[in-house]
């Protein structure tokens, strides 16, 4: 079972309110991404890390931001939500390729929808 | 920059058939991994299957199976016995060293009685 968690599940707010989702793994991971989902559709990412006071942005254009002051947290925060940015959010994270084991974790996702 | 291309946007097979999905990549790194990722509906999504660029032989968990083509970069895969369980998006993903996951658009597939 993968150890990395994402918390709030789901979460309606107004427009204009700041939000941060969190996403925690004990796995000891470098790596963390977060990813941008509509349903069904496909993933974009929009931030990652390599470690910690690391972080970059992905190829979809977002207006969240990212820290990383601890390996294992990555959270993200959107300064002033609007209905644009109505999607899922997923965290994930793995271990850098010269491991043997690489797979990448992803957590359940935050649903967000903004009113 | 790598990319990854699933061509299949939807595909359906019968229960107990086999279905592949397809999946091509392009790279000019020479050590990289490639995954078939699953995502059930509204469900987490989980890991099906990895394989390493420098292993020549085919990854294989259980009824899920690959096709790496590392010269024609491609990376395919094979559902035998299909389920109904097996309904999900699936998608193919390269990873590398300096860059990060990267995945192709999805495949939905649909298991049907």
């Known amino acids: 079972e993968a150890d990395i968690y994402q918390t709030p599940r789901y979460l309606v707010i107004g427009t204009g309110k700041k939000i941060t989702l969190e996403c925690s793994q004990t796995?000891?991971?470098?790596?963390m991404y977060w990813y941008q989902q509509d349903p069904g559709m496909e993933l974009h990412l929009i931030h990652y890390s390599y470690g910690v006071n690391s972080t970059e942005k992905g190829d979809l254009s977002s207006e969240s931001t990212v820290s990383r002051i601890r390996t294992e947290h990555f959270p993200l925060t959107l300064e002033s939500a609007r209905p644009s940015h109505t999607s899922q959010y997923l965290c994930?994270?793995?271990?850098?390729?010269?491991?043997?084991?690489?797979?990448?974790?992803f957590g359940q996702g935050t649903r967000l929808t903004v009113v | 920059a790598q990319t990854v291309t699933q061509s299949q946007p939807e595909m359906s097979v019968q229960e107990a058939e086999t279905v592949t999905l397809s999946c091509t990549y392009d790279?000019?790194?020479?050590?990289?991994?490639l995954f078939w990722y699953k995502q059930p509906p509204s469900r987490q999504m989980i890991l099906v299957i990895r394989?390493?660029?420098?292993?020549?032989q085919n990854a294989t968990e259980n009824r899920f199976s690959v096709n790496f083509q590392k010269a024609a970069k491609s990376f395919s895969l094979k559902i035998s016995d299909s389920q109904l369980g097996d309904t999900a998006m699936y998608f193919c993903a390269f990873l590398t060293s300096g860059y990060a996951l990267n995945f192709g658009k999805g495949t939905s597939l649909l298991v049907t009685p």
């Open positions: 796995m000891g991971h470098d790596k």
């Open positions: 394989q390493e660029a420098y292993k020549q």
């Open positions: 994930a994270s793995s271990e850098s390729p010269a491991s043997d084991y690489t797979e990448a974790f």
């Open positions: 790279t000019s790194e020479n050590n990289y991994y």
